[in-house]
């Protein structure tokens, strides 16, 4: 048994090695700015999709605030950066910090509600941010947008002197981030602390009953989703080189929605696949947004009526199934 | 001018926010109430209404009132099929999976409406014209019609859910679903005609509301968070709660909007809904909520 | 125990994972040549002449022509949101403009082509269009984007591309204040800014009619505010009362509650910064509800047929606008312009499409003293350009890569339109 674990456990790391190859090397085969521009927004998106990921598909409560934060961490880090004159690193740090700690300190109320209301609260929480932001103009020039945002640069001792301009350059550093964080969530999930998520999904009384302290766990999740949103922000505004409060509009929660629910929730593997999916495709197909959008929803509601556990959940349940057939067959 | 008469002005101009809002909280808590699902399809519904009486006005030449009636049957007709397609297969399911459904019809929907009507506003004339004064205080007539015939279909359903056998049935369905199944009520037809009918609601609202401003696609989105303040501030399932709380709100952003800023009017909903689940999550009707 | 070992080396390894990939990361970044701006150069050979002598003394001359390719122009602007109609004008006078050149010849002897997208108003669609644009369409020149928030994004992206930008509408000061020597030498303005454009109609307001007090209503856009803070300047600078200064969300119905307010203060005139006409003519009915008799005064078109009906009825009286363009102007070539538009499209030209149409040209003349369609050798001879509106006035790129043609007051006077043009280069 232990020895079949540790097989799949390889398995398991090569394929992430070679898809870590595969992505990395991209720029070796191709440096058109359109394609990397697209993959390099798929990267983001995928980040954003996963943090709706961990809160919907693994803790089982649809939290319709991720936008919010990442909105959030998108402003943090510009008005650091525009501001402040800090320098991205600084900024990405407190693109995490700031939405984990707001996301506790709304958390606390919010995740005291029935399902139904905490479902409300985070969109009405999602508009008060999109208000606030509008409306700070002092701060965030309002619907004026911040323009000019500067491009990440790492300079270490005089030694590295890296310019995070060029789309090559920008494209890896997001890729990076999107392979960090699936190992990050990987061990998550993996650990005590996602089995606790886990339980808390499949019936939160019973969770409740067992010992675990449900509240603290939400928390947890909804502060790292949060702060996992915020890196998707900080990475979008200063790739843009302009935010303005259109990050917060419907169009990128119904965007993750799709990537997450079509993907697989519940899965780290499924938003990757959805987010490949619904980044790409519509690129190829030059329709117009709201024709896309329209399919998007036909797309979603037959996933929910008829996968709901999506691709990944699909895939996912047939490699179960089939390790059982190899059990039994022993 | 003084200062009473424009008080008063804004209260009339309240009345009839809250006419139009209650309509749509109405339905929003019924279903939620019968079927337990939070309907984020409700205000596309509530715009369906508004193009329906459009295209019925100014397309198809009909009569204002007319082309009312035509539209809260189509729109009511759309609702039957949605809820036998998309709501029927997953009325057992998980909450989320629910407000997911809801929240991609609401996606078609509103999308659908995009790519036919483009977001270029529309008008709907209803050949009404004129303007009421009283003691200085004006009130144009097709608001003061849009706002009676609102109270009045609220008085309709207020009568059909008391006095009628399907409607106590309704109520009964919302009160507690499980002895409904004890006393042989059919559950499917309930959630059918409750469903219809908060569609139906909301889609005259629409319809009432074409005239006096202009119709947009995006209208529904803008509403439905106001339609989910009401019902929270109410209590989930209480339509008395959906009626008062209506006032509430619409009279509060008339007077805010009046006296302090029109850009925070809208805000008001949001604070509201995120106070009230802080400090009374029932709201003032609701049962007393499930934690889990 | 096993399984604590175990997970022990499954963390060293996912963290070893973690510091390799940054190295690699790093280290690609490195191997990888950096990008250099792109400065396209594109050799045009057109028409090969060839001479052949013939047996007898004479000679012919015989010109063989080498397929010529077009010249692309790029096009960014809302063709759908709510931006659309602004967006289809645009693109109409962009069209129409495109199609009169191609037909006496194009620029340079090759045709021009159009190469539309649509950025629905968001910044960041078009930051995506003007990438499409730039380096799948591989474009000499950009026209757009139509609305303010996208041109501010846009704006360092095409300087950093060296690609020329022409925005012929978008009026917020900001990108005013950007262009030129006073930053980016890339991005040229056709349309006069937001600034001059009102303090010409403050000028009218408060000079020549003599309002006294005035009352503020404006969108909470960038837009809106531009024009109201410059509209409170100026009452200052004439000693005009503002009674009061709202701001509506954008795309705001419902103004009863603004408007009671006003009506109670009494103000000569209403100072909006709103121009959706939807909007507008939901401000005069509810205005006509409540008994508000204030003139409306603003940056709105007056010409829709939304707002017929009230002008017709002489519940307009007063009301003033000041835009870019007015297809009732007569002046110059611009009733020409006027009727081949509408032959064209059923509709009167909008300002959009005047502005996208006379931009075309703007670039058209820029490509032809260019002598190419290298995207450098555009910018430079922008820079300084002379173009002969068909208004009649002569324009010419100042230092800041402005353009000053004029703008146009108009009053609505026993229910017809009285015109005025300004000359907006007075008003620096």
């Known amino acids: 048994m232990v020895d079949r674990d540790f097989t799949n456990k390889i398995r398991r790391t090569l394929i992430y090695i070679i898809l870590a190859i595969g992505a990395l090397s991209v720029p070796f085969f191709t440096q058109s700015p359109y394609i990397l521009h697209i993959l390099i927004l798929t990267g983001i998106y995928l980040i954003l999709a996963q943090s709706l990921n961990l809160m919907l598909g693994y803790v089982g409560f649809l939290s319709l605030a991720q936008t919010a934060f990442f909105g959030i961490g998108a402003y943090t880090s510009t008005i650091l950066a525009v501001t402040y004159s800090q320098s991205f690193w600084v900024g990405l740090v407190l693109a995490i910090i700031i939405p984990s700690v707001i996301a506790a300190a709304v958390g606390i109320p919010f995740l005291r509600l029935s399902r139904h209301s905490f479902v409300i609260s985070t969109l009405g929480f999602l508009l008060i941010c999109w208000l606030i932001v509008r409306n700070w103009v002092e701060v965030t020039r309002g619907p004026l947008g911040i323009p000019g945002i500067p491009s990440p640069k790492l300079s270490v001792f005089n030694l590295l002197d890296l310019n995070f301009a060029g789309r090559v350059n920008y494209y890896i550093l997001v890729i990076v981030f999107v392979l960090v964080l699936h190992i990050l969530l990987t061990k998550l999930v993996r650990s005590r602390i996602g089995r606790a998520f886990i339980a808390i999904r499949e019936d939160e009384a019973l969770a409740q009953a067992v010992g675990i302290n449900t509240m603290k766990y939400k928390m947890l999740a909804f502060s790292i989703s949060a702060g996992i949103a915020g890196v998707a922000g900080s990475l979008f505004a200063h790739y843009i080189t302009f935010l303005d409060p259109t990050v917060f509009e419907f169009y990128n929660l119904e965007n993750i929605l799709v990537i997450t629910l079509v993907g697989g929730s519940g899965t780290i593997g499924g938003p990757m696949l959805g987010s490949i999916i619904f980044t790409i495709l519509p690129e190829l197909l030059r329709v117009a947004k709201e024709f896309r959008l329209i399919v998007y929803g036909a797309i979603l509601l037959l996933t929910v009526l008829l996968m709901p556990e999506g691709i990944g959940g699909k895939f996912k349940t047939y490699l179960h199934k089939r390790r059982i057939r190899e059990v039994y067959a022993k | 001018m003084s200062a009473e008469t424009i008080f008063t002005q804004h209260l009339v101009n309240g009345l009839l926010l809250s006419g139009i809002y209650g309509l749509v909280a109405a339905g929003l808590t019924l279903i939620y109430g019968v079927l337990e699902i939070v309907n984020f399809a409700h205000g596309e519904f509530y715009m369906l209404g508004a193009y329906f009486t459009f295209i019925a006005s100014a397309w198809l030449d009909l009569p204002y009132y007319i082309s009312v009636a035509l539209a809260v049957a189509l729109s009511t007709f759309i609702a039957l099929i949605v809820e036998r397609g998309a709501i029927r297969p997953i009325v057992e399911r998980s909450f989320e999976s629910k407000v997911l459904s809801t929240f991609a019809i609401s996606m078609i929907l509103a999308n659908t409406a995009l790519l036919l009507f483009t977001a270029t506003p529309r008008t709907v004339k209803t050949g009404l014209a004129g303007t009421i004064e009283i003691a200085g205080v004006f009130f144009s007539v097709e608001r003061v019609l849009a706002l009676l015939t609102g109270y009045l279909a609220f008085l309709a359903l207020h009568l059909f859910l008391q006095k009628t056998r399907i409607g106590k049935a309704i109520r009964a369905v919302a009160q507690n679903r499980d002895a409904c199944y004890v006393v042989g009520i059919d559950l499917n037809k309930m959630a059918r005609i409750t469903f219809g009918l908060g569609i139906g609601l909301a889609g005259l609202a629409g319809a009432l509301i074409a005239p006096i401003f202009s119709i947009e696609p995006s209208m529904g989105q803008a509403i439905v968070l106001k339609a989910f303040a009401i019902v929270i501030v109410g209590g989930f399932g209480s339509v008395k709660g959906a009626a008062l709380a209506a006032l509430i709100i619409g009279l509060g952003e008339s007077l805010v909007g009046g006296y302090v800023s029109a850009t925070l009017k809208d805000g008001l909903a949001f604070l509201i809904i995120i106070l009230v689940l802080i400090l009374r999550p029932q709201g003032i009707f609701g049962r007393a909520t499930r934690v889990l | ?428």
């Open chain 3, 1 to 428: 125990m096993a399984n604590r070992k175990h997970k022990a080396i499954s963390n060293a390894v996912a963290g070893a994972a973690m510091v390799i990939l940054l190295i690699i990361g790093v280290g690609i970044g490195y191997v990888i040549p950096k990008e250099t701006p792109a400065a396209q150069t594109t050799t045009v050979t057109n028409v090969v002449t060839q001479t052949i002598t013939q047996t007898r003394t004479e000679t012919t001359t015989v010109t063989v022509k080498q397929p010529v390719t077009p010249i692309k122009i790029g096009f960014s602007a809302p063709l759908t949101g709510a931006g659309a109609f602004y967006g289809q004008q645009a693109l109409w006078g962009a069209q129409m403009a495109v199609d009169e050149i191609n037909s006496k010849g194009g620029v340079l002897g090759r045709q021009l082509t159009l190469i539309a997208e649509d950025h629905r108003g968001v910044p960041a669609e078009a930051v995506s269009t003007v990438e499409k644009l730039i380096n799948v369409d591989q474009v000499s020149v950009i026209i757009g984007t139509f609305f303010s928030s996208p041109t501010l994004a846009v704006m360092p992206i095409v300087e950093k591309a060296g690609v020329p930008l022409f925005s012929p509408v978008s009026s917020s000061p900001l990108i005013y204040s950007q262009t030129g020597a006073q930053g980016n030498k890339w991005v040229f303005k056709t349309n006069p800014s937001d600034t001059l454009m009102v303090r010409a109609l403050a000028k009218f307001m408060f000079d020549v009619k003599g309002y006294k007090s005035v009352s503020l209503v404006a969108e909470d856009t960038d837009f809106g505010r531009g024009i109201v803070n410059t509209l409170e300047a100026e009452a200052a600078k004439y000693g005009v009362n503002v009674l009061s200064k709202d701001f509506v969300e954008q795309g705001a119905k419902d103004f009863t509650a603004v408007l009671t307010k006003i009506k109670s203060l009494k103000p000569d005139v209403i100072g909006l910064g709103i121009t959706g006409t939807a909007q507008i003519e939901l401000i005069m009915k509810q205005s006509k509800e409540l008994g508000l008799k204030v003139p409306l005064s603003g940056r709105y078109d007056i010409f829709a047929p939304e707002l017929k009906p009230y002008v017709d009825a002489g519940e307009a009286e007063g009301f003033n606008t000041v835009t870019p363009y007015s297809p009732l102007y007569q002046g110059g070539r611009n009733p020409d312009f006027v009727k081949a538009f509408k032959a064209r499209t059923g509709q009167d030209p909008h300002w959009n499409a005047f502005l996208a149409y006379e931009c075309v040209y703007v670039v058209a003349k820029a490509i032809q003293k260019a002598g190419s369609d290298d995207r450098a050798a555009i910018r430079n001879a922008a820079e300084g350009l002379e173009y002969d509106s068909i208004t009649g006035i002569k324009l010419k790129f100042d230092q800041n890569n402005h353009m000053f043609p004029y703008c146009y007051i108009i009053e609505v006077k026993d229910k017809q339109f009285t015109i005025q043009v300004v000359e907006t280069a007075t008003l620096k």
